[in-house]
């Protein structure tokens, strides 16, 4: 790979960086370890072509540009925390990927009046990454965390929130948002 290629590349994994939070590459590799799986299953499931898929995970290529199938990560990725904690076992979620392989996706955001898989009100995770998403479509996280900045002197829980859930980790919003709750 020449200098170019290897500046469009980091180019592009920084692009994913401020888009989808992390690299995809790093993204679809914790996804495949997670829930068991190889790249071909793990394209089939989002609906990518394998050679899309490594594509994005390389670098070669920065955006999702199926909405549709940036909510099936989405889904992916709410699947293997349910996995990891233990609320879904590994047969369950055998079929509940079936299930995101067939969704058509819809708004760029789940409905928030949608419930989780297991029922009940969304889980906070959930929400926590539709806010993050919601404002990480509208602006890199470089803008974001200026905007807080110069936010942070006359309004401090503004500039927070847009650090937290604009430029954090989803760990560290979901404990924001729980401590905020009444």
Known sequence: MDAAQQEATARARELQRSWYGEPLGALFRRLIDDLGLNQAR?????????????QLMSGQRAKIGNPAVVQRVQAL?????QVADGSVSAGEATDRMEEIKKSQGGSVLTNTGQTSSTGGAPTV????????SLLRSVSAAGDIIDAADSLAPAHPELAEFLRVYGAGRTADAVAHYEGHQS
């Open 125 to 132: 995770r959930r929400v926590v990454r539709e806010i993050q």
């Open 77 to 81: 990725q709410e699947l293997a925390s």
């Open 42 to 54: 793990l394209a089939a499931v989002l609906g990518l072509s394998a050679p899309m898929l490594s």
